[in-house]
C-alpha cells in the first residue's frame, strides 16, 4: 500500500460481512486481538464457504471505520442474518477452491421427520428390527446418513 507506519489508518471487514457493513478499525493492538478472537470464531462455525479477513485502507474515500462499540454492536450483527431458503442447486456443487461440495439438507430433514419419535418427544429415534427397542439418533449420526444418501444416489 505504500503508506508510512506513522499515517497508517487500516481496518478489516470479513467476506462473509455484508457489503454495506462498516470496517472495523485496527487502531491498537487490543483491535488486533479482537480481530483474531473473532476469525478464530468464525472459522470454528464456517461449514462450507472459507472465511477471508480483507485490510483496508481506511485514508481512502468510502472506507469509513466502525464507530460503534463492539459490545453494543455484536449481538445485532450475530441474531439479524439472511436466512437460507431451499434452492433448486444441484446436490454436488463446485466450490471456488475447486473441492466438490455436498448438498444435503433436503435428505438431513427428510431422515429427521422420519426419525422423529412418538415415544421421546423431541428426540429422533429408529427401532431396531432385532430388538424391539428404540435407539436414539444423535444430529451427528442423522448427517452422517443424509450424507451418505446422498452419495450413494
Known amino acids: 500500500m505504500n503508506i508510512g507506519v506513522s ?4 481496518g478489516y471487514k470479513w467476506n462473509k460481512d455484508p457489503v454495506n457493513a462498516p470496517v472495523n478499525q ?8 479482537h480481530c483474531l478472537e473473532e476469525g478464530i470464531g ?3 462455525r464456517a461449514r462450507t464457504k472459507e472465511l477471508l479477513c480483507v485490510i483496508r485502507n481506511l485514508n481512502l474515500p468510502g472506507t469509513a471505520p466502525n464507530t460503534t462499540p ?3 454492536a455484536a449481538p445485532a450483527a450475530e441474531s439479524g442474518g439472511k436466512k437460507r431458503k431451499a434452492d433448486a442447486s444441484p446436490t454436488t456443487t463446485q466450490s471456488p477452491g ?15 421427520n422420519h426419525l422423529a419419535c412418538a415415544t421421546h418427544k423431541g428426540e429422533n429415534c429408529f427401532v ?26
Open 7 to 10: 499515517a497508517a489508518c487500516i
Open 26 to 33: 485496527l487502531a491498537t493492538h487490543g483491535d488486533w486481538e
Open 98 to 112: 475447486g473441492r466438490k461440495t455436498f448438498d444435503y439438507t433436503n435428505e438431513y430433514r427428510e431422515l429427521k
Open 70 to 72: 463492539r459490545a453494543a
Open 128 to 153: 431396531s428390527p432385532a430388538d424391539g427397542h428404540h435407539h436414539r439418533v444423535d444430529r451427528y449420526l442423522t448427517t452422517l446418513w443424509a450424507k451418505e444418501i446422498v452419495c450413494h444416489r
Open 42 to 44: 468464525k472459522t470454528a
